[in-house]
């Protein structure tokens, strides 16, 4: 008589990104275990659709259902879950262990699945750029490596951290060259933010669900590979070159938060960047504890110049500023680089958007009371989109400061003028990180000693 061993059963716990690639890297082709549902969290209307079977595999022919994450106890005890994965991104260590205790206690396993078992390993050298929270500056510090490395001579691809909010089988893999890609791919604000600004910069951009696929697309077309990070994540391919950005906005946060310090311990390169933004003091205690936390990693600094585009139309004038949605949602931040560069106009007054704000932005606030006076800039579904249009054209202001990297005015009507805030790395020291970095392409043999 031959015995069967049960399927174990597991619950993914994400946020329609990190989920899918664990699920993809470990779960997908494993007959010995059945993931029975993901669960949502951090990003609206993911949950009640599912993950689709062209993209499950064999094993799961009707698909897997994406649940909300506040039904996980439920689904611990009717499917007697046996191993619930932690899966998504920024969240407080803390809170963290709130989310074991809840499944601890309703009978299955709390587990981590760490970068040996979920890194893709690609043929070209991959330089990494991550950061131990959300808006610490990794797409500008990615881009600005983008124009070194071909000021080398060398073929460059971007491989984004996934934002798939849509239609996840048309989604498996993108590939975005100029703005015309985006609007075919329906992108929203959040993903428009990410790739706009490495677009400008003649960077083509890699994304989507399918991470195997991605990478082995990508390196056919690139001597490297720039892996830009999402949120406070590790990397989905195995780097040659770890650079990890610490915020000295946000001292302490160098290891308050999951997997940021995880991240942090694994750095070749650390870089406290916003040095022009921040007190000295906070710059120091951000070195200080990066050393005591990674000694062998070179500490470097850089800035970060926020240009407005028009600034004689903010002075005087009664601003509204609209920031980067996930810095200031999971990024934890009060405000961003726009409220900045509008104090530094001189703007009049800057307007409370949270007096003008419609349903579902008011939803934003309520869910993220530490916000001040500035509206995030969030699109993840057409009604959301609307509402932001909505609250901008209902405000009492002159003019609109966007530090959205994207540009808002050409998805919605804002119905007054709009000055754009831009911001980019800069160095600051030497040696900086582009020494660093050609140090690294010299080793890899990509550019020769007498080409820095």
């Not at 070195?287 to 139309?313: C, K, T």
């Not at 932001?388 to 990297?405: E, F, G, K, M, S």
């Not at 582009?434 to 080793?443: A, I, N, Q, T």
Request: charged residues 25%; proline residues 6%; negative net charge.
């Amino acid at each position: 008589m031959t015995c069967t061993k049960p399927r174990i059963k597991v619950v993914i716990m994400g946020a329609a990104g990190r989920d899918f690639h664990n699920f993809n890297v470990v779960y997908r082709d494993d007959p010995s275990t059945e993931v029975v549902a993901f669960t949502a969290a951090q990003i609206p209307d993911i949950a009640g659709r599912r993950y689709p079977p062209l993209l499950a595999g064999p094993h799961y022919p009707g698909g897997i259902p994406i649940a909300d994450e506040a039904d996980l106890a439920a689904l611990c005890r009717t499917h007697a879950v046996d191993r619930v994965i932690f899966s998504y991104s920024d969240v407080a260590h803390e809170q963290v262990m709130h989310k074991a205790s809840l499944v601890l206690a309703n009978g299955a396993d709390f587990m981590l699945l760490g970068p040996n078992r979920t890194m893709l390993r690609a043929r070209v050298p991959v330089i990494a750029c991550c950061a131990v929270r959300t808006g610490c500056g990794k797409s500008q510090t990615t881009r600005w490596l983008s124009r070194r490395l071909k000021a080398c001579g060398l073929k460059v691809a971007v491989i984004r951290h996934p934002m798939p909010y849509g239609d996840l089988e048309k989604q498996a893999v993108q590939r975005f060259a100029d703005r015309s890609d985006l609007d075919r791919a329906d992108c929203t604000i959040e993903e428009r933010e990410e790739y706009e600004p490495h677009l400008a910069a003649g960077n083509v951009v890699f994304a989507g669900v399918d991470y195997a696929k991605i990478v082995a697309l990508a390196e056919q077309e690139a001597d490297v590979i720039l892996w830009d990070g999402g949120n406070n994540d590790f990397s989905f391919i195995r780097p040659d070159l770890h650079i990890v950005l610490v915020d000295p906005l946000r001292p302490g946060n160098e290891t308050s938060h999951h997997p940021g310090e995880a991240v942090l311990r694994m750095a070749d390169v650390v870089l406290i960047g916003k040095v022009n933004s921040a007190a000295e003091a906070d710059v120091q205690k951000v070195a200080d504890n990066v050393r005591a936390i990674v000694p062998q990693a070179p500490v470097i600094r850089g800035a970060s110049i926020v240009q407005l585009s028009r600034p004689e139309r903010v002075r005087g004038k009664r601003a509204l500023v609209v920031e980067d949605g996930p810095t200031l949602t999971h990024g934890g931040m009060p405000y961003g680089a726009g409220y900045v560069a509008a104090v530094e106009a001189r703007a009049a007054e800057i307007v409370d958007p949270r007096n003008y704000a419609a349903p579902e932005i008011s939803e934003i606030y309520r869910q993220y009371s530490h916000i001040g006076k500035v509206l995030p800039a969030v699109g993840y579904h057409p009604k959301q989109l609307l509402d932001l249009q909505q609250t901008l054209q209902a405000a009492d202001a002159d003019v609109v400061v966007t530090a959205t990297p994207c540009d808002l005015a050409a998805l919605i009507d804002i119905g007054k003028p709009v000055v754009r805030a831009a911001y980019e790395y800069a160095e600051t020291t030497e040696p900086g990180l582009g020494e660093l970095v050609e140090s690294f392409l010299m080793k890899k043999g990509l550019i020769a000693a007498e080409t820095r």
